[in-house]
Every structure is written in structure tokens, then in C-alpha cells.
């Protein structure tokens, strides 16, 4: 017998207890959007029952659980009326296609507005730019008020509602989501809701020992209990800094910090902190943003006894965000920052909670067969772990902000063969240039001395060969190290899910050391690929022969030639065994359209012989849609080095 479920009828009994005092509070404003209002109650009631089951797993227990009811919808109601009516629209027109982002039109940029145009002013001046490289899906990284130097590139938040000062104002930014809408360019931003900044104005509240501000950290008198959670924590920059708690002075306590000392872990165990954080997430909604980047979902919730990462209620309170998004601004979609284990990446996947995610195993693994030309670790993978749930798909990028992490699983290396620690100490030494005969240009990322462990930064163009290509002036090197870069992106648009270019990569840009001599940025490596290098597209685009000219052509190929196949919408990807262990091969299908990818990681040609190529379904004469060539039927595929073609077989 299944046991009675009770939470239904009590869920619709305290929306009916709750819902008429609300309708009281805001009658005034209510009364000029009658009209409007039952859409909202319709999602409301819609949402509610799942809403209210969240909320009464994380803060039930509380005596005063139904106050915090109560304020989650005055919040909800409060966050809807100040919603602006475009915003409202939009979010019909989104209700009626809800699954816009299959589509294999969204193409994917992101950028910081200080290194790329200096400020959200002239941000504006570069939508042509967005337009004539095919991007609408716009990520700008973080740009909130920050302290002035510690802050983690901008994800040491001080003010949600506040932009920094050097980058605009929220008014800029509103105006610059409207006039991108207007183009078709969706804005992402990023919702940094693991952590505040020490200055934030809770922060400092909590070190002024205000009690109801101390319980929005995680602070604790002595050791005691920050020992015993130490024991089972992983150290996420240790090159900076040992544990995770430091020591606050003014409190005379410690206080949870994950990342950097200055980076306060908020506690979701106060409903409190929920309510305050869901209204942040609804006030960048009300700007424009239309998808948020939740940074770092893993950490939310601390649990004794656990690495306090993935824990149960950490998806639950996206999924209470996700239903107050879906109430109030539905056009608002999640994508999760999970930079974690593959089991655990995947688990944050899901139409109720974040509807998109990176994808941090393709990344990582199509670095790791660009270092050893074989695909089987990458295609192992692929091919047990690509699926997400239905509406749902990947972000997809080859280099980002961040470091590169070889988040592969233990056992899909051992299945093949590989030892996972010891690959993992070749990539290393390979991407760092060290192993013998490496072309890349990376950089180390926060040595751990205790286990030895070791992170990557660098451009794409550098970790692919460019920089220690044109350094030594090889031409033949040089276009090694293009059809490298090409291939990645080849893929990256190619495979299942939106491709995010990190912009300056479609122009080539390597990396740029200056950072070492800004002490505020030399101990964090990751600065070496966020250059503040620009490109000028518009001389340099009359100018064929360079390489920023190659490169950016390619690019703008490849994503025009994407936007034509309907076989690319998020339909899903079969990977296929080639036998060959240079070749990392895919089908692509959708609305009747097949599309064989093959690629090939090795610098020397490749074949895929023609009894493979029928077995995958190319049974007549088929077109390399990126050459446009034809291949007869019967033939061997013959890929020259790093080449990768997009094969019609429909
Ligand atoms: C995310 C960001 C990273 C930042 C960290 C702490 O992982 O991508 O840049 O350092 O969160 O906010």
C-alpha cells in the first residue's frame, strides 16, 4: 500500500488560506491588472503543489513554517506586479514555444564586458558584431558591484541590484537586454547564489553580530564543528588557501567560506536566506535576463559527515527556484554550473530544475583525445553519458572562464583500459608543456601540494599549439594548430546542444601573461585566458590573410551552416565505434535529417572504410556539407589531419 500523501490538500489549503490576505495587501495595484492577474494564479496553482512540497522539505520543521508560506507568496505576487509588460509578453510568446533552446538556431557567446568593450555603454556599439558572427544567446559575465579586489573575477557579489561602478549601472543593463531582445539575442547572466562577497551588506551586518544576519552565514564560535566538516571537505583553492573556514575578526567566529576567504557560504537551512535570494533571482528576471547561470549549485547545502556537495537539498531549492521562476517569469531558464563529478552533473539536469547545463566531460575529454589523437575515453564516455532528460540539452563549450578540471569517471577509463591517476598526471604534464614534445601552452591552476592534483588555464588557441607554433615561426605547425582549433569547434557546434563560444576564440586570441604583473590577479592563472587583447574585426576583416581573419570566417561558417540543418536541433546524438582509434564519430538526427559527424583527433590522415560508412547509413552518394564535396557511394571516408566532416546521409 502506498503511503497517504498528505501534502496536496494541505498545499491548496494554505494557498486558499494565504492567497486572499495577499490580494489585500496589493489591491490597489491588483485592481489595475485584473485582467492579468488570473494567468498568474492559473501558474500559481499550477506550481503551488510541487512549490509547497519543496519548501516544506527544506523548512517544515520549522514552527514557523507557515509564515515562511505566507512570504514566498507575497514575494512571488510583489515580483510579478513590478515585472515589466514586455518581459510579460515575452514570457507568453516563451510559454507557447517553450522549447526554443532545442532549436538548432541558438548559438551561444560569452564575454566580460570590462575586457571586451570596456563598459555596458559600449557594449551596445557591438550587437552587429553578435549579429555578423551568428550569436543569440549572450552569457556577460559576472559585472555586479564587487569589492575592489578581492573578488573572484566578479563572483564575490556585494549588491545582486547593483552593477559595477567601472562596467554601468542596472538601468544600462536593462536597456541593453531590451535592445538585444530586439535583435533576437537572449541575455544569460550569471546568479551567484552560493556565496556573497564579505562586503555585501548582510555580510557586514552579520560582522556588526546583528543575530538575524549571523544566521544568513554559516558561523560557528570555535573549531569544534568546522573540524569535524573539514574532514570529509574538498579543498577547491588550495593553491590560495587551506580549508574551508576562515577566521572573521569582527565576529570572532568562523565563518563558512567554499571558494576564497572572502566568499561567505550562505546558509539555505534559514528560510530567511531562500526567501532573500529568490527575490535577487527574481529581480535580474525583471531586467530582462532570460536565462541564469547558477554558479557553483553544487555547495548550497552543508550536511555533517558528507563533502557537503550534491546534497539532496541542494536540488531542491533549485527546484523551489525553478517553480517560483515558472510562476512569476516564466521565459527564465537555468543553466547549472556544476563543475563536479559526471554522476552528480547529470543529476541537475531536468525540466524542473535546471533545463540546461555545461558540459564540462566533453570539454575535458576532447582535450584529453586532442593530447593522445585516441577518441576511446571520449567516446566511451560519450556514448554512456550524453543523454539528458527530454527538453532539456547541453551547453557545450571547448574553453571558458575557468580551469580545466579532468572531471572524467574512474571506471569509464579502467573499462578501456586506462589508469584514471595516471592519465590524469600526463594530461597534466602535457597541457602544461612539460611532456616531451607537447604543443600546448598551459598554464598550472591551483597546485594542491597535499594530493598533487593540479588544474589547467589557457586559451584555446594556446592550449591547441598556436602560441608555440608561431613562436617558432613553423608554418607547418601553424596550420597544425588551426585545424586543431577548427576541429574543436567543428565539434562544439556540431554535437548535441548549444554551443557557447568564449568570445576571442573566434578570432584566435592566445594568452595573455599581464596578469602576473597585477598583483591583485598573479596568483590566480585563470586570468592568462582572459585577456583584455581585442581584435579589430572591422580593419582586419578587409584583410584575408591573417589568421584572426581564418579563424572568425570558420567560425561564422560553421554556425550559419548549423543554423540550416535541422538534424542539429537537440534531438539527441548516437555516438558510433569507428574502427579506428583516431576517429571520434556521431549521428545527429532530427525531422527526417541524418548527419554523420567524423573527426579526426590524429595529425596524420585517417580512413573509415566504406562498409562502416553503410553500416551508419550512407548507402548512396552523400555531401561533406562543410566542404560541400560530394562522396561517392562505396568509397573509403578519408579525413586529412584533424579534419572533421558533417556527412549528409539522410
Ligand atoms: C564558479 C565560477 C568560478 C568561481 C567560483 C566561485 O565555479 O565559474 O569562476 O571562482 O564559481 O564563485
Request: hydrophobic share 40%; glycine share 6%; proline share 4%.
Amino acid at each position: 500500500m502506498t503511503e497517504y500523501d498528505w501534502r496536496p490538500e494541505h498545499a491548496t489549503k494554505s494557498l486558499n488560506r494565504i492567497l486572499p490576505e495577499v490580494e489585500k495587501t496589493f489591491a490597489a495595484e491588483l485592481g489595475r491588472v485584473s485582467h492579468e492577474w488570473q494567468k498568474f494564479k492559473n501558474r500559481l496553482h499550477r506550481e503551488w503543489e510541487r512549490l509547497f512540497a519543496y519548501l516544506h522539505q527544506l523548512y517544515g520543521w520549522q514552527y514557523d513554517f507557515f509564515y515562511t508560506l505566507e512570504q514566498i507568496i507575497n514575494t512571488l505576487v510583489q515580483y510579478w506586479l513590478q515585472r515589466p509588460a514586455e518581459l510579460k509578453s515575452l514570457d507568453e510568446k516563451r510559454e507557447a514555444d517553450p522549447f526554443w533552446f532545442l532549436s538548432e538556431n541558438v548559438v551561444g557567446g560569452v564575454l566580460y564586458v570590462d575586457l571586451f568593450s570596456d563598459n555596458l555603454a559600449k557594449l551596445d556599439e557591438h550587437i552587429s558584431y553578435f549579429k555578423k558572427l551568428g550569436i543569440n544567446y549572450l552569457h556577460l559575465m559576472p559585472l555586479f558591484a564587487v569589492p575592489k579586489e578581492n573578488n573572484d573575477g566578479g563572483y564575490a557579489v556585494s549588491d545582486y541590484r547593483g552593477i559595477n561602478p567601472d562596467i554601468g549601472t542596472m538601468e544600462e543593463l536593462s536597456k541593453l537586454a531590451a535592445a538585444l531582445r530586439d535583435e533576437g539575442i537572449s541575455l544569460v547572466l550569471d546568479f551567484v547564489f552560493n556565496h556573497t562577497s564579505d562586503e555585501h551588506i548582510w555580510a557586514q551586518k552579520a560582522k556588526s553580530k546583528d543575530p538575524d544576519f549571523m544566521a544568513y552565514y554559516h558561523t560557528y564560535p570555535n573549531r569544534e564543528l568546522p573540524d569535524q566538516f573539514q574532514k570529509h571537505l574538498r579543498e577547491i583553492f588550495p593553491a590560495v588557501r587551506k580549508g574551508s573556514f576562515t577566521w572573521c575578526e569582527e565576529m570572532k567566529r568562523w565563518v563558512w567560506t567554499s571558494f576564497n576567504s572572502f566568499q561567505w557560504d550562505l546558509n539555505y537551512s534559514n528560510p530567511e536566506v531562500f526567501r532573500a535570494m529568490a527575490e535577487e533571482m527574481l529581480f535580474l528576471a525583471n531586467q530582462g535576463v532570460e536565462v541564469l547561470r547558477l554558479d557553483a549549485v553544487a555547495f548550497i547545502w552543508k550536511r555533517l559527515g558528507t563533502n557537503c556537495e550534491n546534497q539532496p537539498e541542494a536540488h531542491t531549492i533549485i527546484r523551489a527556484f525553478n517553480a517560483m521562476a515558472k510562476i512569476v517569469a516564466p521565459c527564465l531558464l537555468f543553466k547549472s554550473e556544476a563543475i563536479v563529478h559526471p554522476d552528480n552533473v547529470i543529476q541537475y539536469i531536468h525540466p524542473d530544475e535546471c533545463q540546461l547545463s555545461y558540459n564540462p566531460l566533453l570539454m575535458a575529454l576532447l582535450w584529453e583525445a586532442l593530447a593522445t589523437r585516441v577518441v576511446r575515453l571520449l567516446e566511451h564516455s560519450m556514448r554512456n553519458r550524453y543523454p539528458t532528460p527530454s527538453g532539456c540539452t547541453w551547453v557545450n563549450f571547448v574553453r571558458c572562464h575557468d580551469d580545466i578540471g579532468w572531471t572524467f569517471d574512474d571506471q569509464d577509463a579502467r573499462n578501456i583500459g586506462i589508469d584514471p591517476a595516471s592519465h590524469r598526471r600526463f594530461l597534466n604534464k602535457f597541457y602544461t608543456g612539460e611532456y616531451p614534445g607537447s604543443f600546448a601552452k598551459g598554464v598550472p591552476f591551483q597546485f594542491n601540494t597535499d594530493t598533487g592534483d593540479v588544474r589547467i588555464s589557457g586559451t584555446l588557441s594556446s592550449l591547441a599549439g598556436l602560441e608555440d607554433a608561431l613562436e617558432k615561426q613553423d608554418s607547418e605547425l601553424i596550420e597544425q594548430a588551426v585545424r586543431r582549433i577548427n576541429l574543436l569547434r567543428s565539434i562544439l557546434v556540431s554535437i548535441g546542444g548549444i554551443p557557447l563560444l568564449y568570445i576571442g576564440d573566434e578570432w584566435g586570441m592566445l594568452n595573455d601573461y599581464t596578469y602576473l604583473t597585477d598583483p591583485g590577479k598573479a596568483s590566480d592563472s585563470r586570468w592568462v585566458h582572459r585577456s583584455r587583447k581585442r581584435w579589430n574585426d572591422r580593419e582586419d576583416l578587409t584583410d584575408q590573410d591573417t589568421l584572426e581573419w581564418r579563424f572568425f570566417h570558420e567560425m561564422v561558417k560553421l554556425f550559419s551552416l548549423r543554423k540550416t540543418l535541422p538534424a542539429l536541433q537537440n534531438g539527441g546524438m548516437e555516438v558510433i565505434h569507428i574502427e579506428n582509434p583516431h576517429l571520434f564519430g556521431y549521428i545527429r538526427a532530427f525531422g527526417g535529417q541524418k548527419i554523420l559527424v567524423v573527426n579526426n583527433f590524429a595529425e596524420k590522415p585517417q580512413t573509415m572504410d566504406a562498409l562502416q560508412l553503410k553500416a551508419c547509413g550512407a548507402t548512396k552518394d552523400v555531401i561533406d556539407l562543410i566542404k560541400n564535396e560530394v562522396l561517392s557511394s562505396g568509397k573509403d571516408l578519408v579525413l586529412n589531419g584533424h579534419q572533421s566532416v558533417w556527412l549528409d546521409i539522410s
